[in-house]
């Protein structure tokens, strides 16, 4: 009887099956390591419609977020201002540049101005602002320092995992109610002097340390 | 639904021989079908086919293959790089908050009674109705059609342009078109307009400014929800107009003659929150009020009555001349039905006697003139008036019986009087009796107008389509069943330039562009003495105009000598639709779905007829039957239904419709071919089998608790003797003892518990929980294939029990939502922790982790838990208008994900979030589930456990607590309180029981 198969066959078996297995194995590594989340586009600026500089605003001008960003203590959002607002100075002030002549044609034909969304999160996250801005966390905590940026970034990752940092250990992040709108507040440089304020505020705020950890407080 | 052959005697045989009770869901259940035990062991069963019809082995692993290379890693894609956008106001209105929804006040109308809610609106969008707490219809809940409402709002169906016969026109065109037929016809002779029941006082003025102009004009009134019998029958008794608006509150006996006056009518909820209230019970000691039922088919009523006979229209008729002259009225001559013992005859007249005062009897709608002047007249004599029963004024604009108005018109359509019509709202092609023959009548009138909200039948007839903006959409005035008036406000503009019915009377009265807000502020500033700005701020601000409820009206009810409805074998009712109404909702996919009370039938509607009947003419569940009344045909399928009377048969009208859209078309059977306008009550009836077969979709055998045979005390009643035999521990709410052992260990709730209790005592079972539910939490629909299948979507259903004989059998509802298990069965089983517990007691459902594995819903033992098994939902991709009535504060589920009641977490977020921003607790009652809200008896009570002050926490502490399946140690946050009956202590057998 002849041969069929060549005597390189029980070679090409062993190599095939040994090979497929690394390769599943490889795969199975690389694989999530291209679809993961990786910084999710922090430190990249995002181009807006009209080219508005917090940085501007905020330190030369002197505006304090909530002058803009009005519902940010009562609602979920801290909700971008309506053209009304803009044209409050802009109508008399800086009129000819490109950036207000857009904020003058949005008032004068009632068309909204469609900003770009840098802090973007799922459908399925139920974030509220309000209850973290009465309980002492910082516009700069999560937004950095806005008051320095020319066009906003994302400043951290916004990802679960980011969020469950602090949640889990609200003492290492909080701030005084009063300073929550201060951009210049640092947390205290000796850790365990910011751990006993946070623990201090946490008992101050009757914040429940338990609930912030729970699928319900963000998912419904 | 019929593949075995239901043994009615051998049923009756084996109830008959019961000891105790025993509470069953539906006939299949007593006869152990194979259907019944193939959805008790599977909660979905498995088909024959796995695919739909015509798919072919190649042609499934074809598919197959293409899914798995398309699947591949598109799930594992970087975050997209196209930013969502943020467009914010230009000038942003002064109330809105982004993030925080508004309530504004406004009505929706029945027959054109009003009926008060508070609708929800997201920045400008309406995605909720609630009821109007300072509103007299509403006291603050809704029915489930008005929760159904804000889906008809976006219902891409809805008629969306003018048209001119087949040709697009515009609103100039349309009112030019109406002028000019005006001028041709001088002082309008020969014009004619055709309204629904008119009660705004607004509209009232403008269709008289109309006729004071053109006095040869006349004005019409057809509204299919227009209470006529419940008019001719004060005409009758008093020889004038006035309205009875019962005091149910005072009323310690209750005789309703075909009454559901707790689901129907337009002092609904009011009558139905007045009667649970002097129901409630809660110790031992409270005291209960007493319903005797005597009617037709089973209606959400008699869930509560205490002595409930099923007689047939003509036999209600027949008592009610027969009670009337034991307590002394003139009343035709009539024999007492058999039905009706002498027994329960005799204790029902003593307990009326010895209530004068505190009694009230009631007729219903479906019963003729003479039985709601019988009505009237016991009230005088039992001196009720006053006291139970007050006559007041009638609310609308010209009472009148629309029948008759309906036959004069189509007596002028059809000898060429009448050579102009336009019609307001109503949609007379399809809901006018077929023995008036509108459309041909139609035909013959050469200039046709329709103001209407969808293209329907009526609209295909007309020459001229004008679209009508939706009850939201519309600045106008209504009168509650008592007169009070509601400035109706709308919540967003017109979708599709439509007009309302004051816009359109306007261009008749000369001013074709007047806006409905100047309309309706012109009127009240006339009608207004003092600041009108004060009187408007506050009156459309609080939905009810202070001080209008109407006049009381002095009237006495005289001898009663109108004849008696003749009896016949099989007689006919045909009755308005509990969820489409007149068949105006067939296009709402909810109500479709919506299951009916008692036979749970979904996306049809079915000829009821009698367990004793069904015998008789051999007829099962399925059977395609031949309806024959007066000279006309229709073919429906038989639905079997325990506690419909014998000799008479039951069918819902609103269905059948052609030109409702696209939901509603060609679903189920059209009632109103049937519809004979010389009728005012049932019709004599034959009914003979075609032989034929229909599949209806009913869920009553979904979702089954019934288990391995073991009894299981699912439903707990007993009577109000019982409970005080046992105060503190009554016999029927604890029939077996436990014994406790349990594998999980406790957690102290220091926080928040909630918890939640439903009344079953006041529970009728008219499923405004349901629809709410779907409405708040964004529940999709799936169709008449799928709830075929057990998939239907529901949070929280309610499920209906019977007890007792078929023929004459007590009802029970029980409304199942999500149990809330503290030692939940669902959590340990999810492999991927997608369903957790919170420290609150929340049973947790995280849409984002589900895999769709359905362990979960496996191992819970009272099958809450709803399943994603196809795309019911909309895609963001391919959404339409409807999804516009989503709520945001909700996650929209896709297909594979597991979903079902959460005690509506984002209501109790939203309290939360605010109270920690004020640095304070949640009140009681501050957080109010959707289901708890729209509920008219407030049978479902919610709130925070650890809150010993809590309404619910007081609730639970009344003996009649009990959960569900406690032999399972589940110990769910959802409890019930054994509902309590009051019957007669002169009938301590079961006789008549309801």
Redesign the interface.
């Known amino acids: 009887m002849p041969q069929y198969f060549p005597p390189n066959s029980n070679a090409f078996v062993t190599w095939a099956v040994w090979g497929g297995g690394v390769f599943a194995v490889l795969m199975m590594i690389a694989?999530?390591f291209?679809?993961r989340?990786?910084n999710?586009?922090v430190g990249v600026p995002?181009a807006q419609p009209i080219d508005y500089p917090h940085n501007l605003h905020v330190v030369q001008v002197g505006l304090d977020c909530r002058y803009c960003h009005t519902?940010v203590?009562?609602?979920?959002?801290a909700?971008?201002?309506?053209?009304?607002t803009c044209m409050g100075c802009h109508s008399q002030l800086r009129v000819g540049t490109p950036q207000t002549q857009a904020v003058v044609d949005?008032?004068n034909n009632?068309?909204?101005?469609?900003?770009?969304?840098?802090h973007?999160l799922?459908?399925?996250v139920?974030f509220?602002h309000?209850?973290h801005v009465?309980?002492g966390v910082g516009c700069s905590s999560c937004h950095g320092r806005v008051d320095e940026m020319a066009q906003i970034w994302k400043n951290e990752p916004m990802t679960m995992g980011w969020c469950l940092e602090c949640h889990r250990n609200p003492e290492t992040a909080l701030r005084p109610v009063s300073e929550v709108f201060n951009m210049d507040y640092q947390p205290l440089a000796e850790p365990k002097a910011q751990l006993a304020l946070g623990a201090t505020l946490v008992e101050t705020?009757?914040?429940?340390t338990?609930?912030l950890i729970?699928?319900?407080?963000c998912?419904? | 639904m019929s593949d075995s052959q239901l043994d009615l005697t051998q049923i009756r045989a084996r109830l008959a021989n019961q000891e105790g009770p025993d509470y069953w869901r539906s006939l299949d259940q007593l006869a152990d079908t194979e259907e019944f035990q193939v959805f008790l062991q599977r909660e979905f069963p498995r088909q024959a086919a796995p695919m739909e019809a015509g798919l072919e082995r190649r042609d499934f692993l074809k598919l197959l293959g293409a899914s798995m290379a398309l699947a591949g890693?598109s799930?594992?894609?970087?975050?997209p790089l196209a930013?969502?956008?943020?467009?914010?106001?230009?000038?942003?209105p002064d109330q809105i908050?982004?993030?925080?929804p508004l309530f504004f006040a406004t009505a929706v109308t029945y027959g054109g009674y009003a009926e008060g809610v508070l609708a929800e609106s997201h920045q400008g969008r309406p995605t909720k109705l609630e009821g109007n707490p300072d509103h007299p219809a509403s006291l603050g809940a809704t029915a489930a059609v008005t929760q159904a409402q804000v889906l008809s709002l976006y219902d891409p169906d809805r008629s969306q342009a003018y048209a001119n016969g087949g040709t697009a026109s515009t609103w100039e065109d349309a009112s030019a078109a109406l002028a000019g037929a005006l001028a041709a016809l001088p002082n309008g002779e020969g014009f004619a307009l055709l309204t629904e029941n008119v009660t705004s006082p607004t509209l009232a003025s403008q269709i008289e400014e109309f006729l004071g102009k053109y006095p040869a004009a006349r004005w019409y009134q057809y509204d299919p929800l227009h209470p006529d019998n419940a008019v001719a029958g004060a005409r009758l008794a008093f020889g004038t107009d006035a309205t009875a608006v019962h005091d149910l509150s005072k009323a310690a006996v209750v005789v309703a003659l075909d009454a559901d006056f707790m689901n129907s009518g337009p002092a609904r909820l009011a009558d139905a929150r007045a009667f649970a209230d002097a129901r409630r019970i809660r110790r031992s000691t409270d005291t209960m009020n007493r319903l005797y039922q005597f009617e037709t088919s089973p209606s959400n009523s008699a869930s509560l009555a205490d002595h409930r006979v099923a007689l047939k229209p003509s036999d209600v008729a027949a008592l009610a001349a027969a009670l009337a002259a034991a307590l002394g009225v003139q009343a035709p001559n009539a024999t007492r039905p058999a039905a009706v013992s002498n027994e329960l005859f005799d204790a029902l007249v003593a307990d009326l006697k010895a209530n004068q005062g505190t009694s009230v009897v009631i007729a219903g709608e479906d019963q003729p003139p003479v039985v709601h002047a019988l009505a009237h007249a016991m009230n005088q004599a039992l001196g009720n008036v006053g006291k139970t029963v007050n006559y007041l004024q009638p609310a609308a604009a010209r009472p009148a019986v629309h029948r008759d108005e309906l036959t004069a018109l189509v007596a002028g359509m059809n000898d060429g009087t009448v050579k102009a019509l336009v019609v307001f709202d109503a949609n007379p092609v399809y809901t006018a009796p077929a023995s008036l023959d509108f459309a041909s009548a139609l035909a013959k009138v050469p200039f046709t107008a329709r103001l209407g909200l969808y293209p329907d039948e009526t609209a295909a007839a007309v020459d001229w389509t004008i679209p009508q903006a939706h009850f939201l959409e519309t600045w106008s005035d209504a009168r509650a069943f008592d007169g009070t008036v509601t400035i109706q406000q709308p919540l967003i503009l017109p979708f599709y330039n439509g007009k309302s019915a004051h816009e359109v009377m306007a261009a008749l009265n000369g001013n074709a562009t007047a806006a409905g807000y100047d309309i309706v502020r012109n009127y009240w500033k006339a009608n207004v003495t003092g600041s009108f700005d004060d009187f408007w701020r506050e009156s459309v601000y609080r939905g009810t105009v202070a001080g209008s409820r109407a006049a009381a009206a002095n009237v006495t009810a005289g001898a009663v000598t109108a004849a008696l409805p003749t009896a016949a074998p099989i007689e006919l009712k045909l009755v308005l639709d509990a969820s489409l109404l007149d068949g105006r909702f067939a296009n709402n996919g909810w109500l479709q779905e919506l299951p009916k009370a008692f036979s749970n039938l979904t996306w049809d509607n079915a000829a009821l007829v009698g367990p004793a009947t069904a015998e008789e003419l051999k007829l099962e569940t399925g059977d395609m039957v031949k309806l024959s009344s007066n000279g006309r045909d229709l073919e429906a399928p038989v639905w079997v239904q325990p506690g419909h009377a014998p000799g008479a048969v039951t069918l819902a009208l609103g269905y059948g419709r052609t030109h409702a859209g696209k939901v509603g078309s060609g679903v189920g059977v059209n009632g109103y071919l049937l519809l004979d306008h010389t009728v005012s009550g049932a019709a004599a009836a034959t009914v003979t089998k075609t032989g034929a077969q229909y599949e209806l979709a009913s869920t009553q055998m979904h979702h089954s608790l019934e288990g391995t045979g073991e009894r299981r005390y699912i439903v707990r009643s007993g009577t109000l003797a019982e409970f005080k035999e046992a105060p503190e521990h009554p016999h029927f709410v604890h029939p077996v003892a436990h014994h406790e052992a349990d594998l999980y260990p406790n957690y102290e709730y220091k926080?928040y518990k909630w918890g939640m209790v439903i009344d079953q005592t006041v529970c009728t079972g008219c499923n405004a929980c349901v629809v709410a539910c779907q409405s708040e939490n964004n529940i999709p629909i799936v169709g008449k294939a799928q709830v075929s299948k057990g998939r239907e979507m529901h949070w929280i259903r309610v499920d209906n029990y019977y007890s007792g004989s078929i023929d004459a059998p007590e009802f029970f509802h029980q409304p199942m939502p999500c149990q809330q298990c503290e030692k939940a069965p669902c959590e340990p089983v999810c492999p991927v922790g997608a369903t957790?517990h919170?420290?609150?007691g929340?049973n947790?459902m995280?849409?984002?982790r589900c895999v769709g594995t359905r362990y979960c819903s496996n191992n819970c033992p009272y099958k809450v838990r709803r399943f994603n098994w196809l795309q019911y939902a909309e895609l963001a991709t391919d959404a339409t208008e409807m999804s516009l009535a989503n709520n945001p504060?909700?996650?929209?589920r896709s297909r594979g994900v597991m979903e079902k009641c959460?005690y509506c977490?984002?209501r109790i977020?939203t309290a939360?979030?605010d109270a920690?921003?004020e640095?304070r607790k949640i009140r009681d009652g501050e957080v109010v589930t959707a289901c708890q809200a729209a509920c008219p008896t407030q049978a479902i009570v919610f709130g925070d456990l650890n809150d010993t002050g809590s309404r619910v926490a007081g609730v639970k502490a009344s003996p009649l607590n009990y959960w569900m399946l406690e032999e399972l140690q589940t110990f769910p946050r959802t409890t019930y309180l054994a509902k309590v009956k009051n019957p007669n202590p002169a009938l301590l057998n079961s006789e008549g029981r309801g």
């Open positions: 694989l999530p291209y679809a989340t990786t999710n586009n995002v519902t203590e009562t609602s979920s959002t909700s971008v201002p309506p053209t009304e949005s008032w009632g068309t909204p101005i469609s900003w770009n969304r840098v973007e799922p459908d399925f139920y509220n309000s209850v009465n309980n705020y009757h914040i429940d338990d609930k729970q699928c319900s407080t998912h419904r | 890693l799930a594992c894609a970087r975050p930013h969502e956008k943020i467009v914010p106001y230009v000038k942003q908050t982004p993030g925080k926080g957790v919170d420290s609150e929340l947790v995280v849409y984002n504060d909700v996650s929209v959460t977490t984002q977020a939360r979030i920690s921003n640095d």
